[in-house]
């Protein structure tokens, strides 16, 4: 029987990748761990503008790059130690063509941004900056509308996310990632 609603599945039970991809469901959840974590209802007018922006932003700096940009819904596929994995980061920034299929992105990709929404706090900065150090996102950057900042991670040689200077809007974000972007602030959060 095809799975098309959510109200088919044990939401305390444990999925795979397998079982993910087979679903046939509208509502926008991940597989957290083999476990079904539900995404907050439809982000705000303000949260999608900052995300728009900076995929604009990202996106354009990347035309002269072999990395491509995507945005939410997106599927990505971690490999973590326990349990399967797909998020659907804000923005992800893929590197590495072979990772990509038809589908989804079967790997940590370089970047991922993720926009805070009321609600989701406390999952993006706990739960999943711990799934994205595991996988080995090489930058990993939380953006707070609410009080506009943005916190930077960046992966070091023993796969532990480093804590860059917190920006704000008066700040203009570089990353040694991709050198040469530099994006001001205040643009996004306007």
């Excluded at 940009?69 to 659907?88: E, H, K, S």
């Excluded at 970047?111 to 900065?125: A, D, F, K, Q």
Aim: glycine fraction near 6%; aromatic fraction near 10%.
């Amino acid at each position: 029987m095809a799975i098309t609603h959510i109200s088919q599945l044990d939401l305390n039970g444990v999925y795979t990748f397998a079982d993910y991809m087979s679903w046939q469901i509208q509502e926008r959840l991940e597989l957290l761990r083999g476990k079904i974590a539900l995404m907050s209802p439809v982000p705000s007018v303000y949260h999608q503008k900052i995300v728009s922006r900076l995929h604009v932003y990202i996106g354009h700096f990347l035309l002269e790059h072999p990395c491509q940009t995507f945005v939410a819904p997106f599927d990505v596929r971690l490999y973590t130690q326990d349990g399967d994995t797909i998020v659907q980061p804000d923005i992800c920034v893929v590197c590495d063509e072979s990772k990509l299929d038809k589908q989804v992105c079967n790997g940590a990709p370089d970047l991922v941004v993720e926009v805070l929404s009321p609600g989701n706090t406390r999952h993006e900065m706990r739960e999943k900056f711990n799934l994205y150090e595991e996988a080995g996102v090489q930058a990993y950057w939380l953006v707070n509308p609410s009080d506009p900042s943005l916190l930077r991670y960046l992966l070091n040689q023993e796969g532990i996310f480093i804590g860059k200077q917190p920006l704000t809007d008066e700040d203009k974000l570089t990353t040694a990632l991709f050198p040469g972007l530099e994006i001001e602030l205040a643009k996004i959060f306007d």
